[in-house]
């Protein structure tokens, strides 16, 4: 799995070259509600192993939490089920909001 930054996925979203990957938002849908990425999928960590067939195992996945480490978890679990080409969004949403969009709300 690879460790995406925050302004490393800002670049490639803002490349109209590159096929946009999924963003793959897996907290608790209060926590979505209350910010997000613009684009993401919100599926909590706890339905992915009954949906992991619902996925695209071809198309690159950013796996995005509050801080990094339930998404680390989930691209581990994506990887063991046969996904190549996984990336987690280092610090999440709340490293997002710092470098790319502070006008995001923050919990």
Sequence with gaps: MKQLSPTELASWLADTQTPAPLLLDVRE??????CHIAGSENRPMNSIP?????????RPTVVICHHGMRSYQVGVFLERAGFD???NLAG???AWADAVEPAMARY
């Design 92 to 94: 999440g949403v709340a």
């Design 29 to 34: 849908a209060w926590e979505y509600a209350l």
């Design 85 to 87: 080409d996984i990336y």
């Design 50 to 58: 009954a949906t992991v067939t619902e996925l695209d195992a071809e």
